[in-house]
């Protein structure tokens, strides 16, 4: 399946200079009782990872900036909710409690857990994406 989106370009003032129709394949896999996680396909590239030594506010952990390859991979298109937590770890450790919220209140280590026990539960290998992986994506 696909659905399409808006790609916005924004210059350091925040402006936007561009916009692009694009389009993406994405795969819904059922959680049972009407649950759903969508998944989307991010398509495999080359980007600059880490942030200039010019950036405000940067950290030094965001350097020095390097080419980075990555092949394509799958990410959730929303953040997980307490709905999707519920329905895999039969709990729902959220403080602030809605079904369609993201889950919160768990650890890294909670969501290794989540990706094992959501491998089990569809026969498809489900994990964290890698940092190279995050930033490709949210870039």
Known sequence: ??????AITIN???KQISKVGKR???????LGNEVYLEMVAIPGGK???GSPNSEPKRWEAEGPQHEVTVPGFYL???PITQAQWEEVMGDNPSHFKGWNRPVEQVSWYDAVEFCQKLSEKTGYSYRLPSEAEWEYACR
């Open 24 to 30: 993406a394949e994405y795969f819904r896999q059922d």
């Open 1 to 6: 399946m696909f659905f399409t989106f808006d």
């Open 47 to 49: 980007f600059i990872m």
């Open 12 to 14: 350091k003032q925040g």
């Open 76 to 78: 959730s298109k929303y």
